[in-house]
């Protein structure tokens, strides 16, 4: 009897059914048709991720019990945690973004730790699990905001790192290893039902937000001279001021141009297939992977002000409040994710396999 070969793999965003190849370690087997990553060998031993995950949880430990910014207010010392700043949300009234802030730096990723350090265990349900918080674990996008909060707050008071910045930076390095180490097969997966309405429905309400959000005050500062109301664009105004302007550059990219054209893109796309559109399939698959890299970068703006909420709040001297722009900004956000993660990419082939 001859031998078969291997079996048939659905490609998960095109659905084209091709053989799996072998690869070497740390390559990856793309999809024929739609350029999606299929599988990718891991670079080494897969007894060495349980090791990086619990160096991983010690380094995020740190972050949530020691100091990430430390500054001294007129010989006053002043510090934050991790967990400090979502708490200091909460007692802000401002408990939405505290619980947002909180499970994107803190409960999603030990989530995702977990799932990483097992996730070749045999069980499905960890497979899953990961496949729906990795999306939201924004430990990376949170130093960013460290340092924008540094470069704010080193203008106006003497501003140091603390101990969690540095294990902050220690996780991103090994959340970065943990990926690329543990095996990256991709999981083929049902159609997402109702995707074009889901996704125009999240994509309208995070464009209706998306005005208010930039017009409206991010943050409320009540200074002994007055009270000030800045929005993402005063932020991103004093940043260039104060000679930060590669970092107000990233501002303004990750939280004025990115949702921008973010929604603007994906209303492209979710308009091509209601029109059966065969306009370069390939390009629109790889906008629609663009889409899902960058969404997480926007809550840059949500995190620096969380993080200057925890630290000024001295009431001699200043007090800084989120604004009802954070709320607007952190829904756009959670919205154009929200959309992404609805819209099934298969759909864009479809056009092309009615034609054959």
């Not at 603007?264 to 992977?289: D, E, N, Q």
Request: net charge positive.
């Amino acid at each position: 009897m001859s031998n078969p070969g291997p079996a048939l793999v659905g490609c998960p965003e095109c659905d084209l059914l091709q053989r799996p190849v072998a690869v070497a370690a740390g390559d990856a087997a793309l999809c024929g048709r739609c350029g999606a990553r299929l599988s990718r060998a891991p670079v080494g031993a897969p007894d060495r991720i349980l090791p990086l995950a619990l160096a991983a949880m010690i380094a995020l430990g740190v972050a949530v019990l020691f100091p990430i910014v430390i500054l001294d207010l007129r010989g006053t010392e002043v510090q934050t945690t991790l967990f400090g700043t979502a708490e200091a949300l909460y007692a802000d009234h401002m408990a939405p973004l505290a619980v947002l802030v909180l499970a994107t730096t803190i409960v999603y990723p030990v989530l995702a730790l977990f799932t990483l350090a097992f996730r070749n265990s045999g069980q499905p349900a960890l497979r899953r699990l990961l496949r729906a918080v990795q999306p939201w674990c924004m430990v990376e996008v949170f130093v960013l905001g460290v340092l924008v909060a540094y470069a704010k707050l080193a203008h106006m008071v003497p501003v140091a790192p603390g101990a969690g910045a540095l294990a902050l930076g220690v996780f991103v390095v090994l959340w970065a290893i943990m990926q690329r180490e543990a095996n990256g097969d991709a999981e083929r997966t049902f159609r997402k039902p109702y995707s074009l309405a889901r996704t125009w429905a999240f994509l309208l309400a995070a464009l209706a937000l998306y005005v208010p959000a930039n017009l409206l005050p991010v943050m409320h500062t009540e200074l002994v001279s007055g009270a000030q109301d800045d929005t993402i664009l005063s932020g991103i105004a004093f940043l260039w001021k104060t000679g930060s302007w590669p970092l107000a550059l990233v501002v303004f990219v990750a939280s004025i141009s990115v949702p921008l054209l973010k929604m603007l893109a994906l209303g492209g796309l979710a308009t091509s297939v209601r029109i059966r559109s065969k306009w370069r399939p390939r390009v629109r698959a790889r906008i629609y992977r663009a889409l899902e890299f960058i969404g997480r970068w926007s809550m840059l703006d949500i995190y620096v002000t969380a993080i200057l909420v925890a630290l000024v709040q001295a009431k001699a001297l200043a007090r800084i409040h989120a604004g009802p722009g954070a709320l607007a900004f952190a829904a756009v956000v959670i919205l154009t994710m929200a959309a992404t993660m609805s819209f099934d990419p298969r759909l864009i082939w479809d056009s092309e396999s009615h034609a054959t």
